[in-house]
């Protein structure tokens, strides 16, 4: 599974472009951009942690395993995310 599959991949944002004043309105939008990504995959996150709910009250083991690998993933996008928001930031 990969974020392209998912839609949660991340847009490359260049920051490097511009004077100074350029430069804090482009990391601004940069960090928004994280946090609107962030938000993006919490959403995700809730909807397949709902579906692993209810399918662990079923007896469909096979789609149960699927849905808990999504939710791996979209805990491993979350990470990366995070890591990359607080580099940027610190």
Excluded at 12 to 18: L, V
Excluded at 56 to 71: C, F
Aim: with cysteine; glycine share 4%.
């Amino acid at each position: 599974m990969n974020a392209l599959r998912h839609g949660l991949a991340a847009v490359s944002i260049n920051s490097t472009i511009g004077t100074g004043d350029d430069n804090a309105t482009v990391d601004d939008s940069c960090v928004d951009a994280m946090y609107q990504r962030l938000r993006q995959i919490e959403v995700e996150r809730v909807k397949v942690l709902n579906e692993v709910h209810s399918l662990s009250k079923s007896q469909d083991l096979e789609n149960l395993h699927i849905a808990v690998r999504q939710l791996a993933a979209l805990d491993r996008y979350s990470q990366r995310s995070h890591s990359k928001l607080k580099k940027h930031i610190f």
